[in-house]
């Protein structure tokens, strides 16, 4: 792929559904799948499939199809998930437990090492999935240890901001804000907003919106 070639968002998130279908094929003993088939379990049409792929390089075989095995390693090497990412959780709330505990994370390669909160009767202990909790002052400390790549943000609104500066003077340079909130981080820091209650709101209006 040119490194000048921009790929649009909407291809990086079909990857991660194409790599999740196949991971589930190959779970199954599918060997070799067409384009078409494959289309059909991702909802999308085999000629977006082709053009997703065809941004990083040549796929399958003409008149086979893909091998499964095969394109779904190329397409975590596409993304970045050939080897395993460190992740840090900073809130320790109802939210911040529940994604710690999501296994799903674990099998996609997302490695959660530590989580941390500002709250000292949080401190100390382990989440039930057996990550320790520590003060948000020793980000920077354990994020050097344990080469933490990725921080998710579950704060409160208010302290959003000020653990996100945390974040980034820690040298993390991947965020996944679900703080209900904008932060602002320099340039070379990635940041991606999960609103859930945006999430909602499309749902609703697609529900019940009257066609105007």
């Known amino acids: 792929m040119s490194k000048h070639l921009k790929v649009p968002e909407a291809t990086i998130k079909r990857l991660s559904i194409y790599m999740r279908v196949l991971k589930d094929l190959e779970r ?4 070799v799948i067409s384009s078409a088939e494959l289309a059909d379990i991702c909802g999308v049409n085999a000629a977006q499939i082709r053009k997703d ?3 990083f390089g040549e796929f399958g075989i003409r008149g086979v199809g893909y091998y499964v095995k095969e394109l779904h390693f ?4 596409v993304l970045g998930l050939n080897q395993r990412r460190n992740v840090a959780l900073i809130g320790v709330g109802n ?11 674990s099998e996609h390669g997302y490695n959660f090492v530590a989580a941390f ?3 000292p009767s949080k401190v100390g202990e382990a989440l039930p999935s057996g990550i320790p909790v520590y003060p948000l002052s ?3 400390q354990v994020a050097a240890k344990n080469d933490i790549e990725i921080a998710i943000i579950t704060t409160p609104a208010e302290a959003a901001q000020g653990a996100a500066d945390k974040v980034v003077a820690a040298g993390i340079r991947g965020i996944l804000n679900f703080a209900p909130v904008q ?3 320099s340039d070379d820091v990635k940041v991606k907003k999960v609103d859930l209650t945006t999430e909602f709101d499309n749902l609703v209006y697609h529900l019940y919106a009257k066609v105007r």
Do not use: H, P, W
């Open 28 to 31: 199954k003993g599918v060997e």
């Open 53 to 55: 792929l065809t941004y």
């Open 74 to 77: 190329d397409i975590r090497k």
């Open 95 to 105: 939210l911040g437990r529940a994604l710690a505990s999501y296994r799903n994370f």
């Open 117 to 119: 909160d500002v709250d």
């Open 138 to 140: 020793d980000l920077a």
């Open 183 to 185: 932060i602002q981080v």
